[in-house]
């Protein structure tokens, strides 16, 4: 057991200490009934979030890793109770003991507990959660209510508070990119940035020129009707299309088939596969070739002559290497991203970018001829506390974009929380859609109708979202009754892509992240430091794919018929935002291109979750400077990003 523990730490960039780390390890998978690999995905999850370094597994982190797998389990078990909901210790003592805001499951080390008895606490809990009875149903013995919607009146009105309104930190600023440049970006002279707030609402926003170049799944499509070889289709184009753009644009000859044998080198393409039900590990690596030249046969992959590799389901690669036998292809090296281009031609259909249209009725709006200086704040949901559905993040959220006048406001679900207690427990007295429109859409209207016709907002579903279609790719919202006169406000598909003035962003609201993150087998050299988030992030743009992982873990709907002209990446873009449950941030994604043109670069930013269980989480605000003839010298080195805790 200690071998093979030792073994899959190894094979996932882990170095145990010491002996006594490797026995302590192999207490835990004994005490909590886990295979080696199950602890090693757990090391992982607790190594991203607590923002540790090194790769070692050091002893003094084993007792707070110990908690971690408790809280984990916990919440497992919590997901399988699907018609009552508990409260643990753990949530009293953070409903009463903290006053921050902050999540300290994330943090390292955890903050000291409080010395009150849990009967107390208890006690205090079921104080301040207290309403009338006539707004609840009735109660379960042993179990704490929630307040409903009813109560939502009383938590606006202040009684009682709740403790997110308690929260002492609001909106510090926990990182920054180039925080040198200036944080008012303005034409103007450097002394209008200290107007009055009261001045600076008499100024309009400045309209922009927001044009969508993907809208993901158009409404009206029949999903989840795809058949077998619809997959079988979409697989297939991937690996031809890769092995066409490697074969132009670097000039190598792409052998079709990758289980011949031969005792010549050979450059091949095809995908990553697992040879069994478990997680991928360097032992298990198959490659997949196509099913036109290879008659989607597999090979084994040997990676031991590689330095380094990061490797996941559905990857699509070209590998440099030998296959004496046709059984084993030996590696030597590993092309895994597709190299890009400011024009790409992968989709031949998709229009050029100034013949696209704009999802406005006003119609397409000319490229302005000089870029101007642009403004964002991001967010991603939840946008409720878990303890009530007054949508206090959201009204802070809108309070800061009022006093910033940000150019565009992206908003990305889910609004309509599935996994929220009151949702799953059916204690809401209205309509999910309902729910939206009164809570969510109000707001929004009274912003843009605030802020002037020049303020701009996104809308990104997400299969959260239970008053939407639980499918990804996802088609736009259908808001009947948005209010919305100077088209202001545009749905966007998930994922989806979109320009503002000469800035492509593209977004996505499943994690996938996380989802990569724990199907990656990767290796880097010892005593070398690798920014494995950075690494994740990187392979959305190297494949050109906003989900490139196949199959897709259980929970995510993923209809692949559907994602040649939805899941595709149609151009270069130079922000992606991608909001995952992982730690808040901000990475600069090199790629590269042919010899005779520069490297290109997109900034990845995860903005977190508005709300983190009761309390505040992130959201992120952007500043770009305008853009000067050669944009590529200057991005992302223009750009000012914060990520603001609420």
Same mark, same amino acid.
């Given at each position: 057991?200690?071998?093979?523990?030792?073994?899959?730490?190894?094979?996932?960039?882990?170095?145990?200490?010491?002996?006594?780390?490797?026995?302590?390890?192999?207490?835990?998978?004994?005490?909590?009934?886990?295979?080696?690999?199950?602890?090693?995905?757990?090391?992982?999850?607790?190594?991203?979030?607590?923002?540790?370094?090194?790769?070692?597994?050091?002893?003094?982190?084993?007792?707070?890793?110990?908690?971690?797998?408790?809280?984990?389990?916990?919440?497992?078990?919590?997901?399988?109770?699907?018609?009552?909901?508990?409260?643990?210790?753990?949530?009293?003592?953070?409903?009463?003991?903290?006053?921050?805001?902050?999540?300290?499951?994330?943090?390292?080390?955890?903050?000291?507990?409080?010395?009150?008895?849990?009967?107390?606490?208890?006690?205090?809990?079921?104080?301040?959660?207290?309403?009338?009875?006539?707004?609840?149903?009735?109660?379960?013995?042993?179990?704490?209510?929630?307040?409903?919607?009813?109560?939502?009146?009383?938590?606006?009105?202040?009684?009682?508070?709740?403790?997110?309104?308690?929260?002492?930190?609001?909106?510090?600023?926990?990182?920054?990119?180039?925080?040198?440049?200036?944080?008012?970006?303005?034409?103007?002279?450097?002394?209008?940035?200290?107007?009055?707030?009261?001045?600076?609402?008499?100024?309009?926003?400045?309209?922009?020129?927001?044009?969508?170049?993907?809208?993901?799944?158009?409404?009206?499509?029949?999903?989840?009707?795809?058949?077998?070889?619809?997959?079988?289709?979409?697989?297939?184009?991937?690996?031809?299309?890769?092995?066409?753009?490697?074969?132009?644009?670097?000039?190598?000859?792409?052998?079709?088939?990758?289980?011949?044998?031969?005792?010549?080198?050979?450059?091949?393409?095809?995908?990553?596969?697992?040879?069994?039900?478990?997680?991928?590990?360097?032992?298990?690596?198959?490659?997949?070739?196509?099913?036109?030249?290879?008659?989607?046969?597999?090979?084994?992959?040997?990676?031991?002559?590689?330095?380094?590799?990061?490797?996941?389901?559905?990857?699509?690669?070209?590998?440099?290497?030998?296959?004496?036998?046709?059984?084993?292809?030996?590696?030597?090296?590993?092309?895994?991203?597709?190299?890009? *281009? =400011?024009? /790409?031609?992968?989709?031949?259909?998709?229009? %050029? #970018?100034?013949?696209?249209? +704009?999802?406005?009725?006003?119609? !397409?709006?000319?490229?302005?001829?000089?870029?101007?200086?642009?403004?964002?704040?991001?967010?991603?949901?939840?946008?409720?506390?878990?303890?009530?559905?007054?949508?206090?993040?959201?009204?802070?959220?809108?309070?800061?974009?009022?006093?910033?006048?940000?150019?565009?406001?992206?908003?990305?679900?889910?609004?309509?929380?599935?996994?929220?207690?009151?949702?799953?427990?059916?204690?809401?007295?209205?309509?999910?859609?309902?729910?939206?429109?009164?809570?969510?859409?109000?707001?929004?209207?009274?912003?843009?109708?605030?802020?002037?016709?020049?303020?701009?907002?996104?809308?990104?579903? *997400? =299969?959260? /979202?239970?008053?939407?279609?639980?499918?990804? %790719? #996802?088609?736009?919202?259908? +808001?009947?009754?948005?209010?919305? !006169?100077?088209?202001?406000?545009?749905?966007?598909?998930?994922?989806?892509?979109?320009?503002?003035?000469?800035?492509?962003?593209?977004?996505?609201?499943?994690?996938?992240?996380?989802?990569?993150?724990?199907?990656?087998?990767?290796?880097?050299?010892?005593?070398?430091?690798?920014?494995?988030?950075?690494?994740?992030?990187?392979?959305?743009?190297?494949?050109?794919?906003?989900?490139?992982?196949?199959?897709?873990?259980?929970?995510?709907?993923?209809?692949?018929?559907?994602?040649?002209?939805?899941?595709?990446?149609?151009?270069?873009?130079?922000?992606?935002?991608?909001?995952?449950?992982? *730690?808040?941030?901000?990475?600069?994604?090199?790629?590269?291109?042919?010899?005779?043109?520069?490297?290109?670069?997109?900034?990845?930013?995860?903005?977190?979750?508005?709300?983190?269980?009761?309390?505040?989480?992130?959201?992120?605000?952007?500043?770009?400077?305008?853009?000067?003839?050669?944009?590529?010298?200057?991005?992302?080195?223009?750009?000012?990003?914060?990520?603001?805790?609420?």
């Amino acid at each position: 057991m200690e071998q093979e523990l030792v073994d899959e730490f190894a094979a996932n960039s882990f170095v145990l200490e010491d002996q006594e780390v490797t026995k302590q390890c192999t207490s835990l998978c004994a005490s909590f009934a886990l295979k080696p690999a199950e602890l090693v995905s757990y090391w992982e999850l607790f190594y991203l979030n607590s923002r540790l370094e090194g790769g070692r597994v050091l002893g003094s982190q084993l007792d707070y890793f110990r908690q971690f797998i408790q809280k984990e389990q916990r919440e497992a078990f919590r997901r399988k109770q699907t018609d009552f909901h508990f409260y643990s210790q753990d949530d009293v003592d953070m409903l009463l003991a903290s006053e921050t805001g902050e999540d300290e499951d994330n943090q390292f080390p955890p903050a000291k507990t409080p010395t009150k008895t849990l009967q107390d606490m208890s006690k205090s809990f079921v104080t301040q959660m207290d309403i009338d009875d006539g707004s609840m149903g009735p109660k379960t013995p042993g179990s704490v209510n929630m307040p409903s919607l009813k109560s939502k009146s009383r938590l606006e009105n202040g009684s009682p508070a709740t403790p997110f309104s308690q929260r002492s930190t609001k909106l510090k600023v926990q990182f920054v990119l180039n925080k040198d440049l200036p944080d008012m970006i303005t034409d103007e002279p450097t002394e209008m940035a200290s107007e009055d707030d009261v001045v600076r609402r008499l100024r309009p926003v400045e309209y922009t020129n927001l044009q969508v170049s993907n809208v993901g799944l158009k409404l009206g499509t029949r999903f989840m009707f795809d058949r077998t070889e619809e997959k079988f289709n979409v697989l297939e184009k991937r690996i031809k299309n890769y092995a066409e753009i490697l074969a132009d644009r670097e000039g190598l000859a792409v052998d079709n088939q990758v289980s011949v044998a031969s005792q010549e080198r050979t450059f091949v393409v095809g995908m990553v596969c697992c040879d069994g039900e478990g997680h991928l590990n360097d032992k298990s690596v198959l490659l997949q070739g196509s099913v036109e030249y290879s008659s989607g046969h597999r090979v084994r992959l040997d990676l031991n002559m590689l330095e380094r590799f990061s490797l996941f389901p559905g990857q699509v690669i070209g590998v440099d290497g030998h296959n004496p036998s046709g059984h084993c292809l030996v590696a030597s090296r590993i092309v895994d991203s597709i190299p890009m *281009s =400011v024009k /790409d031609d992968l989709l031949e259909s998709q229009a %050029p #970018q100034a013949k696209r249209q +704009v999802l406005d009725d006003s119609g !397409p709006l000319a490229v302005p001829k000089a870029s101007k200086a642009l403004s964002m704040v991001i967010a991603a949901g939840p946008f409720t506390t878990s303890d009530n559905l007054a949508y206090e993040p959201l009204v802070e959220l809108l309070d800061f974009a009022r006093k910033k006048q940000p150019n565009l406001l992206v908003l990305m679900g889910p609004f309509v929380d599935s996994e929220h207690p009151q949702v799953k427990q059916g204690a809401v007295d209205r309509t999910f859609q309902e729910i939206f429109v009164e809570e969510v859409g109000s707001r929004i209207e009274e912003y843009c109708e605030e802020m002037g016709s020049g303020a701009r907002v996104v809308l990104v579903p *997400s =299969v959260r /979202d239970c008053h939407h279609d639980f499918v990804f %790719p #996802q088609s736009p919202f259908v +808001v009947p009754g948005l209010k919305d !006169p100077e088209h202001q406000i545009t749905l966007l598909g998930n994922p989806g892509v979109f320009s503002l003035n000469e800035l492509a962003i593209g977004c996505c609201t499943v994690d996938v992240l996380r989802h990569l993150s724990s199907e990656e087998a990767s290796w880097v050299p010892a005593g070398t430091s690798s920014d494995r988030l950075g690494r994740i992030a990187s392979h959305i743009i190297g494949q050109r794919s906003f989900y490139p992982l196949y199959p897709a873990p259980a929970g995510v709907p993923l209809d692949l018929s559907r994602s040649p002209e939805a899941l595709q990446l149609p151009q270069q873009l130079d922000v992606l935002v991608t909001p995952s449950d992982l *730690s808040p941030f901000v990475k600069t994604l090199s790629q590269p291109v042919r010899e005779s043109q520069a490297g290109l670069t997109t900034l990845c930013i995860n903005p977190g979750r508005l709300a983190k269980g009761m309390y505040g989480g992130t959201f992120t605000e952007m500043l770009a400077n305008p853009m000067l003839n050669d944009r590529k010298e200057q991005w992302p080195n223009n750009a000012k990003v914060s990520i603001i805790r609420l």
